[in-house]
């Protein structure tokens, strides 16, 4: 019986081997000591998008309807730019809400322009002027980028 439950006793202490929760203590202490070189010494940021010249912008109101996915997207007049459905309009829509609750955590008006942005190297931005939220739309993929590029191009 001794036995038994001093085997579980030893079983129960080492779940996570010691040499396993060395490291992982050494990765989060040299993940400080990283994040407290760059932000003490002032290291540019190196994942920002290259800066390029405007091409083309344009200001748009998001309007989702809910969770559906469903967005319409309007010019600043209130005239219809696209009407997207659920499956054509899901990222659109994600980004809409994310827009919303920024602005309603700023205590901003809801229904007020973003502009879209496009650059001389290709790449797209949006911005909500009201917040000063803005997104590098590459960093979501090239297919999600191209919905707002259709948006931009649209008459």
């Known amino acids: 019986m001794t036995d038994t439950l001093h085997q579980t006793q030893n079983q129960d ?7 396993l929760l060395r490291a992982m ?9 990283i994040v407290a070189y760059a932000r003490l010494t002032d290291v540019p940021l190196s994942a920002s998008p290259p800066a390029a010249e405007i091409t083309h912008e344009r200001e748009m109101i998001l309007v989702s309807d809910g969770v559906s996915g469903a967005v319409t997207v309007l010019s600043p007049e209130g005239a219809v730019i696209a009407r ?3 499956t054509e309009g899901g990222f659109v829509a994600g980004v809409a809400r994310v827009i919303d609750r920024t602005r309603m955590q700023a205590d901003q008006p809801a229904n007020t322009p973003v502009i879209v942005t496009r650059r001389a190297n290709g790449r797209l931005d949006i911005t909500d002027p009201s917040t000063g939220w803005s997104a590098d739309l590459m960093g979501f993929g090239a297919d999600n980028a191209r919905r707002f590029a259709r948006l931009l191009d649209k008459p």
Do not use: Q, T
């Open 84 to 86: 997207l459905s659920a």
């Open 13 to 19: 202490r080492e779940l996570i081997p010691r040499v």
């Open 25 to 33: 203590g050494l990765l989060v202490c040299a993940v400080l000591a």
